[in-house]
């Protein structure tokens, strides 16, 4: 490996950033969808196939999560969701992050219960 493919493999995400889109079709594929907001956040309205697994808990409560399966995070944001993206990278989940969080998933008329 040059020294160029090992920068960039330093630097780069080991997650990947999706759009609502991506997720909904990572979803009818079987992906799981975590959303890492607070409990307060959780109760403003989520997408009906989500998990509830709080930033601040996700390392710790990784149980029910399956590694065969792809697992989108998301957030109010974007910002959270990729921090939980990155951690579930770190534990070998093959990892996503919604761009834009539930803020975006709103903006394209996703369900939201």
């Known amino acids: 490996m040059g020294l160029i493919d090992a920068l960039k493999k330093a630097f780069s995400k080991p997650y990947k950033t999706i759009s609502v889109a991506q997720a909904k079709d990572l979803l009818g594929s079987g992906a799981t969808l975590i959303d890492v907001r607070s409990a307060q956040e ?14 601040d808990r996700l390392q710790s409560s990784t149980a029910g999560i399956q590694k065969t399966r792809p697992v989108i995070t998301v957030c109010a944001s974007g910002v959270r969701s990729a921090s939980a993206a990155r951690l579930l990278a770190a534990m070998g989940y093959d990892a996503y992050s919604v761009r834009g969080g539930m ?3 709103r903006q394209a008329g996703e369900p939201v219960r």
């Open 42 to 55: 959780w109760r403003t309205g989520r997408a009906p196939q989500a998990k509830h697994v709080p930033l």
């Open 103 to 105: 803020a975006a998933w």
